[in-house]
């Protein structure tokens, strides 16, 4: 005898979802608010414009700038990259800014570019190489001091994570980089069979190991920590920027519901039915994935017209579709 589910104990009529004919839901858009609709999708689909991009990308590099300056070459915090080795050759050459060593490394790495790569290959990337050792020219004339500015290691190591680690999320969310080290990538990429992002971490090691023998050990497992640290704190700034909430809202109030979002949050939602294993009543459930914002807003909408409503809230960084601009 087939085991009976908790609805069927109870003695509850199980439904046919089968035999039913299940239809959408009815136009809630007048033909005007269908177009506006569309223009809100494309518009939050699309890349963002020139004057935007470009004010983006610079934002990210002076805050690279900042941390190049202000935390990580009064510590010698060398965690790799081109900035790593500027740190290095400016404590062997104290005659010699960080940003002298940086406008060195990024030219020759630029002009490696240009003779391996194609042009539009490496754009964006040559610039970012420039304009981050301008900035930094900038920043030490602003702050010329090689003084810590808090006087605590451990602090100035989180600075020094943290607002790299912001600037490149920046810069990467627009599918720009900061050049240097990115250049040597694409080159390797191109004209090899290395796998570059192992190559890129054992030279990033190599930089840490010389900095730990310069330095000390103290220093050293302190770039141990940063370099670690950096990549993890990447990742989440990243995930942090592209997060969004996927709700799902089961509802005797559907209707309300889907009309909330489409009228007043100018989102759409996917509608399905089912069943309550335990009553076995029929229900709508509504999926939409919202902005943060969004998302409290439909919950506390939801909450307003049906206390006992069921909702969940999830998550997630990867989103690919319209209404959505996928860089990851």
Request: charged share 15%.
């Amino acid at each position: 005898m087939p085991a009976l589910t908790i609805g069927e104990a109870a003695g509850v009529e199980k439904p046919n979802l089968e035999d039913e004919q299940l239809v959408p839901g009815e136009k809630l858009l007048t033909p005007d608010e269908a177009r506006a609709s569309e223009r809100l999708a494309e518009k939050r689909s699309s890349e963002p414009g020139l004057l935007r991009f470009f004010l983006m990308l610079n934002a990210g590099l002076v805050l690279t700038a900042i941390s190049i300056v202000v935390f990580k070459t009064p510590n010698h915090f060398a965690f790799g990259g081109t900035s790593g080795v500027s740190v290095i050759l400016s404590s062997l050459v104290p005659d010699l800014p960080v940003s002298a060593f940086m406008w060195i490394l990024n030219i020759v790495l630029v002009v490696l570019g240009f003779i391996f790569l194609p042009k539009k290959a490496v754009g964006w990337s040559i610039y970012a190489s420039i304009a981050l050792s301008a900035f930094v020219s900038l920043v030490e004339l602003v702050y010329p001091s090689n003084v810590s500015p808090t006087g605590d290691m451990w602090l100035d190591l989180c600075f020094a994570v943290i607002l790299p680690a912001l600037g490149s999320a920046i810069v990467f969310d627009i599918g720009a980089s900061t050049g240097g080290t990115d250049i040597l990538a694409m080159i390797l990429k191109r004209h090899t069979s290395l796998q570059i992002g192992k190559a890129l971490m054992m030279v990033d090691i190599g930089i840490v190991l010389i900095a730990a023998v310069l330095f000390g050990p103290r220093t050293g497992l302190y770039c141990v920590l940063g370099l670690f640290a950096k990549t993890l704190v990447v990742d989440d700034a990243i995930e942090s920027l592209h997060l969004r909430k996927v709700c799902t809202v089961i509802s005797q109030q559907p209707a309300e519901v889907e009309k909330y979002i489409v009228r007043n949050l100018k989102r759409s939602a996917t509608i399905s039915y089912g069943y309550g294993a335990y009553s076995g009543k029929r229900v709508t459930v509504l999926m939409s994935v919202l902005s943060t914002r969004e998302a409290m807003r439909l919950r506390l909408f939801v909450r307003k017209i049906d206390p006992g409503a069921f909702i969940t809230i999830v998550n997630s960084s990867e989103i690919i579709g319209k209404g959505f601009r996928d860089m990851n």
